[in-house]
């Protein structure tokens, strides 16, 4: 603020916080990338998109989560497969072996 910041102060200690939650540890771009929560509708974006054309940051995202959860990372494997699935045209019979896989995780959110 002595800086000549106008800004609201409350914008300020959010970004502050960030980097103080990692304390001890390095800061670089990909740990200020992570600390940013995704909106529901981007994260479910960036589990479809294929692995190809997603960037860096969502790929270092998917990574980060899919370690955290082991239930997350079925649901990006389901999720990639099921993209696979509609991308490559596969037909009926591959969509029920899909469907049979989803069963068989025991994700009740996917039934």
């Not at 603020?1 to 670089?28: D, E, K, N, W």
């Not at 190809?52 to 959860?69: G, I, L, P």
Request: hydrophobic share 35%.
């Amino acid at each position: 603020m002595a800086r000549g910041y106008m800004g609201p102060s409350r914008s300020l200690q959010r970004v502050i916080q960030q980097f103080c939650a990692h304390a001890g540890q390095p800061i670089t771009k990909q740990t200020v990338t992570l600390a940013k929560v995704l909106s529901a509708r981007s994260a479910a974006l960036t589990f479809v998109r294929a692995p190809e054309r997603q960037s860096k940051d969502q790929k270092a995202f998917v990574e980060q989560v899919c370690q955290t959860d082991p239930t997350v990372a079925a649901v990006y494997t389901l999720t990639q497969d099921f993209g696979q699935l509609l991308r490559k045209r596969e037909g009926k019979s591959r969509l029920e072996q899909w469907k049979t896989a989803v069963r068989a995780s025991g994700i009740k959110e996917l039934r």
